[in-house]
């Protein structure tokens, strides 16, 4: 137990050295690069997956970038913020009360043995991107059960190009950048099906940095009402029919079927997301049906109001279907298409169509997968245009031990149009993650010190940098390295009424 703890001190206080070094080092080297800031109007521009934006957009998006107070108060809520996530790291048994010998919690114990095809669900944790493609078994429990809980994900992102405006460019999530920043925070509660109810739901409150644009698009209106609709998560209920092997239908705001990874950082390997998943959807909002037909096959149709389902591009639903199948005890495969307009103009020539693929290889200790997906849309614009994009990544994550675990995920992203991240751009990234998990009772603290590297080519392409090449105009380097600290803490249980 002494060897152990000392073990994971050392470690910790290495992590803790290294990154107060590259952020004394990176901040004074980067004092000259901030010079004037960019005015509201630029900044709304530049942030997010703002793609074409007309005068409208800029007057009905809600602006997110405030102004970053510089000098000795700036500095002491950097150093306190990085004390505090370091400390958490290198002390857990203080932080939490206990040694890391501590017995796994049930959820940790799950997470470690068995997760899903995107986003990792797990039972005593709030759902992920999708559901999961077991069967659902043929008899339920005789009293339903419920669950709740919460988390809080908060991160330090250190960009070593120190852009003026603190923005990592094209993004959804995880976007701000040179300051400390509470990414997500939410809570949930939710009821499962049972013998004497076949009824479920599950209630998800959230809010923070990224819960701001993740659901609206650049290129149409937001939806009335989408300034309190992005505080839901997953937000639905959901009935299993006595029909054949079970049918569940679902209707509300539901985890979308697109995808590997989820919009919470905690249900990920990584913490920061793959460009794939920042312009697919995280959530959806309609109605879907799930039916296994066999113990390794199963069947989804879904209808959403559309591709984001915070804008309102028009009022004709898109659609789509998924197939998933278990191949062998160790590997999942999934196929899923959506389809529908995301234009004014719904003529069917117009339509967005996706398709999205992914495989997953998985052990108890090694999981790896492999996600491509490719969408086309032609543009009701005199030329017609036709958009086209591509995104493959390629997760490998291993579990050392119940504490320990590291993924490497390389990937890349191709705008031809420029029509989904704004820019005609080739993006190649890759992002390593080491991961330190402290389990305590019902509760869950997730260290993760992180690197990425990304390398954005093509006419449009690049990162923001310091300093500005011309008034109110960021200037822009091909290539962007982060060092992230995050520390997520989360709380789950359940009781039986």
Known sequence: MATRMFLAARTGIGFLVYVLTEFVRESRRGKGNHHRRPSSEVRRMTAGRLVLMTPRDLHSRRSFDRPKSRGGAAALRRIGTLGLLAGISVCPKFAFGQSI?????????????????????????????????????????????????????????????????DLFRSRGTAYKVDEPILNMGAAYVRKTASESSRWSMELTLQG??????????????????????????????????????????????????????????????????????????????????????????????????????????????????????????????????????????????????????IAEWKTDRITAAFEYHVGSEKIALPANPHALWMAAQLPVHWVFNKHWSATVRPEVYWDRNGRLTGFLQTVKANTTTLEYRIPYRRALAIVRLEHRIDDSRGSGGGFFRGGEVAPGVIGLTPTQNLLILGVIVTFDSHFQP
């Open 208 to 357: 923070g940095q990224d819960s701001r644009i993740f659901g609206f698009s650049a290129t149409a209106p937001n939806l009335p009402g989408s300034e309190w609709l992005r505080h839901l998560g997953p937000t639905d209920v959901s009935y299993l029919a006595p029909v054949g092997k079970g049918l569940t239908v679902q209707a509300g705001i539901f985890s979308s079927f697109i995808g590997y990874d989820s919009l919470y950082a905690k249900d990920n390997f990584n913490y920061t997301r793959p460009w794939g998943a920042d312009f697919t959807p995280y959530l959806m909002m309609g109605v879907n049906a799930t039916y296994p037909f066999t113990e390794k096959l199963t069947g989804t149709v879904f209808a959403i109001n559309g591709y984001w389902h915070l804008a309102n591009a028009n009022h004709v639903p898109s659609s789509g279907a998924q197939i998933a199948y278990k191949v062998t005890g160790h590997t999942t495969m999934k196929e899923t298409i959506l389809f529908g307009p995301h234009q004014p103009d719904t003529g069917l020539e117009f339509w967005r169509f996706l398709w999205d693929s």
């Open 101 to 165: 010998d501590a017995p796994l919690a049930s959820h940790e114990r799950q997470e470690l043995e068995s997760r899903s095809v995107k986003g990792q669900n797990s039972e005593n944790n709030a759902p992920a991107r999708q559901d999961g493609t077991s069967a659902p078994s043929p008899t339920l429990p005789q009293d339903p059960q419920w669950s709740y809980g919460g988390f809080i994900d908060a991160a330090y992102l250190l960009d070593f190009n120190h852009p003026a405006n």
